[in-house]
């Protein structure tokens, strides 16, 4: 069974109003223009460039396709939100490894972790920083899909799973928070992510 990691709260919270979710999902019209969507691409576009200027136009350009009538405050709210991200990520000092990475890692069983991931970075005193992004700052410290990722990076990289830090851009108020889980915290998670994965197939 393949899950995405951004699903992972949802289907724990309640699995039945989940699956119905996803099969109701199977039919909606899935090509509505995003802003955030918008902002994350330009965000990628900026990794993959190194040009904050090109990564700028690129904003613009999509906005303007998006929504060809806005009144300009909602364009100057992404640039604000891109330009405070890049400071931030500079201020951070950690060096891109990976930008936009799609994930398929088994966990145990048929289970399947899937998604995108937006940043894996290394860091220079040595580790790796796991990046996700949030429209805007929530609690997320207890998401199933937190410790889960560092265990499945740590495998990947052959590293130990102190070795990778969870970090949680928030757009709104930006900035970083972070976050390493435990063996113990990792263990459970693993534990409940296979019993989750039962109740769902």
Request: aromatic share 10%; glycine share 6%.
């Amino acid at each position: 069974m393949k899950i995405s990691h951004s699903q992972l709260e949802s289907a724990r919270a309640n699995p039945s109003a989940f699956l119905k979710a996803l099969k109701d999902a199977s039919n909606e019209y899935k090509g509505r223009y995003s802003r955030y969507n918008t902002l994350k691409l330009s965000i990628y576009h900026f990794h993959k460039t190194n040009n904050v200027t090109r990564a700028l136009h690129y904003l613009r350009d999509a906005e303007e396709r998006g929504f060809r009538r806005h009144g300009g405050k909602e364009l100057a709210a992404m640039e604000r939100q891109f330009e405070n991200y890049v400071n931030d990520f500079y201020a951070l000092g950690s060096a891109v490894a990976q930008a936009k990475r799609k994930i398929e890692f088994p966990l145990g069983g048929d289970l399947l972790i899937t998604g995108e991931i937006p940043r894996l970075d290394i860091v220079p005193s040595g580790g790796y920083l796991l990046c996700l992004f949030q429209k805007r700052r929530l609690p997320w410290q207890h998401e199933l899909r937190c410790p889960l990722l560092q265990h499945l990076l740590a495998l990947e990289w052959n590293a130990p799973a102190s070795d990778v830090t969870i970090a949680m851009y928030a757009f709104e108020p930006h900035g970083y928070e972070f976050r390493q889980f435990t063996k113990r915290e990792i263990n459970d998670a693993v534990t409940e992510a296979l019993s989750l994965a039962k109740q769902l197939s």
